[in-house]
């Protein structure tokens, strides 16, 4: 086995070690969609050039939009979204340390598709 192969397999498992011990806060409906905002802040701040054109750069944008005032309808606190910001901060870091931007940015994607309330 090559020594890149035994470092990637070496960085997965251990990414996947970090991420179970990672604390998850209690996932009311106002702090799943206060989560869900700030993956889509997280996307829109760091993932941009991985969305694809001006007009999914526009679609994320609206879709950020209309989960903010879903969230602030449901009755997210500040606290919530501080909550979420910090939480989805540390999973992104860890996801880009361990396997680059664009990995990280992936897999922020999928979670933004698989978890979008349209």
């Given at each position: 086995?090559?020594?890149n192969?035994?470092?990637?397999?070496?960085?997965?498992?251990?990414?996947?070690?970090?991420t179970?011990?990672a604390?998850?806060?209690?996932m009311?409906?106002q702090?799943?969609?206060?989560?869900?905002?700030?993956v889509?802040?997280?996307?829109?701040?760091?993932?941009?050039?991985?969305i694809?054109?001006?007009?999914?750069?526009?679609?994320?944008?609206?879709?950020?939009?209309?989960?903010?005032?879903?969230?602030?309808?449901?009755?997210?606190t500040q606290?919530?979204f501080?909550?979420?910001?910090a939480?989805?901060?540390?999973r992104?870091?860890?996801?880009?340390a361990?396997?680059?931007?664009?990995?990280a940015?992936g897999?922020?994607?999928?979670?933004a598709?698989?978890?979008?309330?349209?």
């Amino acid at each position: 086995m090559a020594n890149n192969q035994i470092s990637v397999m070496f960085a997965t498992t251990a990414f996947f070690a970090l991420t179970a011990c990672a604390e998850q806060p209690t996932m009311t409906p106002q702090y799943q969609s206060a989560q869900q905002v700030a993956v889509l802040e997280k996307i829109q701040n760091r993932c941009s050039a991985f969305i694809g054109g001006f007009g999914d750069a526009r679609e994320l944008r609206e879709s950020l939009n209309t989960e903010r005032e879903r969230a602030t309808k449901l009755g997210s606190t500040q606290n919530d979204f501080q909550q979420a910001k910090a939480f989805v901060e540390n999973r992104f870091s860890l996801m880009e340390a361990f396997s680059g931007v664009q990995d990280a940015c992936g897999q922020f994607i999928g979670i933004a598709v698989r978890d979008s309330k349209s």
